[in-house]
């Protein structure tokens, strides 16, 4: 069920995006990001901080995207989530000591100090390197491509 509601105002938007265009589609965006966040907090009494995070970035930057009628704020609201999600392991590596992959995973696993390092590095320039690659698909390449990778991939 919390990847279906995950993953619904992607659909939404894709789907507006498609009959309508891109206004259209960021404002239907902030609609189902809120009652997914709503029904969230109704039926499970809880809400996950980067389900508010994200609420949060898509109201901020789909507000300015519909504000000065500009496509190009809801554009970059994928890249400053990576940003802060990248912005969040390092941190955590280098001045909380304690890599954040290991914090969320250490009860899983068990790994040597060294390898929690190399995960928490190799996810952060995961990160890092969607975020450069949602740049290019949203700036260099037609923005029906950008719309149906950010909706459904």
């Known amino acids: 069920m919390k990847q279906f509601l995950d993953f619904l105002p992607l659909v939404v938007f894709?789907?507006?995006y498609k009959i309508y265009d891109i206004y259209a589609a960021t404002a239907a965006l902030i609609v189902a990001t809120?009652?997914?966040l709503i029904y969230s907090w109704?039926?499970?009494?809880?809400?996950?901080?980067?389900?508010l995070i994200t609420f949060v970035l898509v109201v901020v930057f789909g507000g300015?995207?519909?504000?000065?009628?500009?496509?190009?704020?809801?554009?970059?609201?994928?890249?400053?989530?990576?940003?802060?999600?990248a912005g969040a392991l390092l941190v955590s590596q280098w001045v909380m000591k304690k890599?954040?992959?290991?914090?969320?995973?250490?009860?899983?696993?068990?790994?040597p100090?060294?390898?929690?390092?190399k995960?928490?590095?190799?996810?952060?320039?995961?990160?890092?390197?969607?975020?450069?690659a949602n740049i290019y698909i949203a700036f260099w390449l037609p923005q029906?491509?950008?719309?149906?990778?950010?909706?459904l991939a």
């Open 14 to 16: 894709f789907a507006f």
């Open 34 to 36: 809120a009652i997914v």
């Open 42 to 51: 109704v039926r499970f009494r809880k809400v996950e901080k980067m389900a």
């Open 64 to 85: 300015l995207t519909l504000f000065f009628h500009n496509d190009e704020f809801i554009k970059w609201k994928v890249t400053v989530i990576y940003a802060l999600f």
């Open 99 to 111: 890599p954040l992959i290991q914090r969320m995973l250490g009860k899983e696993l068990t790994l």
């Open 113 to 117: 100090q060294p390898v929690w390092s």
């Open 119 to 132: 995960l928490n590095l190799a996810w952060a320039v995961f990160f890092i390197l969607c975020g450069l």
């Open 144 to 151: 029906n491509i950008w719309s149906t990778l950010k909706s």
